[in-house]
C-alpha cells in the first residue's frame, strides 16, 4: 500500500545546477500538487495538475517546472538551482470529483529536504 | 477569498492535560471540506479527519474529538489526556468543493511536556 511515493528523500545541489525531484501516486486519484515548507512555516503550493496533461501554477511557480503525462506520476523540475529553494518538497494527491464524492483528503509523500549550497 | 487561520502558534502542555487547537475559517462558498493534518517531528503529514458543510455532528475517535460549528466558522479540534507522541505541528485546512485548492492554516504546535 505504497500511497504517494517520493524520491529522493535528500539531495544537495550546488547553485546553479538541475534536478528532477520524482512523485508517483497509485491510488489512481486525478489531483496532484507540490507544496514547499520552509522551516517552521506552513505549506507553499507551488504547481497543481487536475489531470493527465493538465497543470497549472500555485502560489510560488517561479523557479520550477511540471509535468503530468501520466495519472501517477508528477515529476517537479528545478532549473537553475538558487539558494531561496533550500526547502522541504511535498507531493500530493487528491480525488475531488464535485458530484459524488466531494474533495477527499490530500495524501502525501514523506517528503524531500532539499539544500542548494 | 478563502482563509483559514490557526491563531495559536504554540501550545505547551503537561501530559495528560486536555488541550484545544482552534481552527477559524473564511469562505462564501455553500459546500467546502475542513480537514486536518498532523505532521510529528519526523515530517509526514498524516490526514487525521474530513468534514463537509453539511455535517456538523462532532466526532470522536479515541482521545481526540472535533468540534465543528458553522455558525462561528470554526472546526476545533480537542485532544484529551495528552501524551508526548501528540508533540506536532497540526494543521488546518479548507477546501472549497469540487476544486483544486486546499487552503491551509499556518499550524500549530503543540509541545506536550512529560
Known amino acids: 500500500n505504497a500511497g504517494v511515493t517520493q524520491t529522493p528523500k535528500f539531495r544537495i545541489l550546488k547553485i546553479g545546477q538541475s534536478m528532477t525531484l520524482q512523485c508517483t501516486q497509485d491510488m489512481n486519484h486525478n489531483y496532484m500538487y507540490w507544496y514547499r515548507q520552509d522551516p517552521g512555516m506552513g505549506l507553499k503550493l507551488i504547481y497543481y495538475s487536475v489531470g493527465a496533461g493538465i497543470t497549472d501554477k500555485g502560489e510560488v511557480p517561479n523557479g520550477y517546472n511540471v509535468s503530468r503525462s501520466t495519472t501517477e506520476d508528477f515529476p517537479l523540475r528545478l532549473e537553475l538551482a538558487a539558494p531561496s529553494q533550500t526547502s522541504v518538497y511535498f507531493c500530493?494527491?487528491?480525488?475531488?470529483?464535485?458530484?459524488?464524492?466531494?474533495?477527499?483528503?490530500?495524501?502525501f509523500g514523506d517528503g524531500t529536504r532539499l539544500s542548494i549550497l | 477569498a478563502q482563509k483559514v487561520t490557526q491563531a495559536q502558534t504554540e501550545i505547551s502542555v503537561v501530559e495528560k492535560e486536555d488541550v484545544t487547537l482552534d481552527c477559524v475559517y473564511e469562505?462564501?462558498?455553500?459546500?467546502?471540506?475542513l480537514f486536518w493534518y498532523k505532521q510529528p517531528p519526523s515530517g509526514e503529514l498524516v490526514f487525521l479527519i474530513r468534514?463537509?458543510?453539511?455535517?456538523?455532528q462532532n466526532e470522536i475517535s479515541g482521545r481526540y474529538s472535533w468540534n465543528f460549528q458553522k455558525s462561528t466558522s470554526s472546526f476545533n479540534f480537542t485532544i484529551t489526556a495528552s501524551q508526548v507522541v501528540d508533540s506536532a505541528v497540526y494543521f488546518c485546512a479548507l477546501s472549497p468543493s469540487g476544486t483544486y485548492k486546499y487552503i491551509f492554516g499556518t499550524g500549530t504546535r503543540l509541545k506536550v511536556l512529560a
Open positions: 469562505t462564501r462558498d455553500t459546500t467546502y471540506y
Open positions: 468534514r463537509n458543510s453539511f455535517d456538523e
Open positions: 500530493a494527491s487528491s480525488q475531488v470529483d464535485r458530484v459524488s464524492i466531494g474533495n477527499q483528503p490530500q495524501h
